[in-house]
């Protein structure tokens, strides 16, 4: 089985910060990941598909980057829209599909 | 316009079954991965099973063996079975699109809670 190791486990960054979130296969995936948006009591939402190609209709501040077994997600400039809980998931190993732990953001 | 809608969950014993189903609009399930994922109270995301659009099916080993996905291509319906339920399986169930050019959850439905407790 594939790990996903995703780092911190939650965060608390200013309106206008720029917040990173990492996550590490356990072994190389290629580009094969992808970052998800949840807020509190609604279903997930893709956001990057392929660890940098950012979904139809998510705002630009969101990006993610890297290659192999490790992965970055960036919000360039936190939004109080944004305050949720990120997941990354790989499908290097498909049908057999992975998410990371998740990483809730807040506001400072 | 695309829309998964859940039904089927609630509360249950431990050993017991109940079958959630998922029905879809706005595209054939038939045509596509389609795919349950659960997320325990305060956790976060584990993936089911899948359908692929040939009809293999995949388990997580964590219920393989006791759950079974499937679906009615007239009902444009997915849906899961769940036998043997234990009190680790009570999680919001969510069935999902797999969009296949990226292995990615690109639909999702609004996730029905089953609880398993005596």
């Known amino acids: 089985d594939i790990q996903m190791t995703q780092s911190p486990s939650s965060l608390s960054a200013s309106v206008g910060d720029r917040v990173t979130i990492t996550c590490q296969a356990s072994?190389?995936?290629?580009?094969?990941l992808n970052w998800y948006q949840q807020k509190p009591g609604k279903a997930p939402k893709l956001l990057i598909y392929?660890?940098?190609n950012l979904e139809t209709g998510v705002p630009s501040r969101f990006s993610g980057s890297g290659s192999g077994t490790d992965f970055t997600f960036t919000i360039s400039s936190l939004q109080p829209e944004d305050i949720a809980t990120y997941y990354c998931?790989?499908?290097?190993?498909?049908?057999?599909?992975?998410f990371g732990g998740g990483t809730k953001v807040e506001i400072k | 316009e695309v829309q998964l809608v859940e039904t089927g969950g609630g509360l249950i014993q431990p050993g017991g079954s109940l079958r959630l189903s998922c029905a879809a609009s706005g595209f054939t399930v038939s045509s596509n991965y389609m795919s349950w994922v659960r997320q325990a109270p305060g956790k976060g995301l584990e993936w089911v099973s899948v359908i692929y659009s040939g009809g293999s099916t995949y388990y997580a080993d964590s219920v393989k063996g006791r759950f079974t996905i499937s679906r009615d291509n007239s009902k444009n319906t997915l849906y899961l079975q769940m036998n043997s339920l234990r009190a680790e399986d009570t999680a919001v169930y969510y069935c999902a699109r797999i969009r296949r050019q990226h292995g990615g959850f690109d639909y999702w439905g609004q996730g029905t809670l089953v609880t398993v407790s005596s």
């Open positions: 072994q190389d995936i290629s580009n094969y």
């Open positions: 998931q790989q499908y290097d190993n498909l049908p057999f599909l992975t």
């Open positions: 392929d660890a940098s």
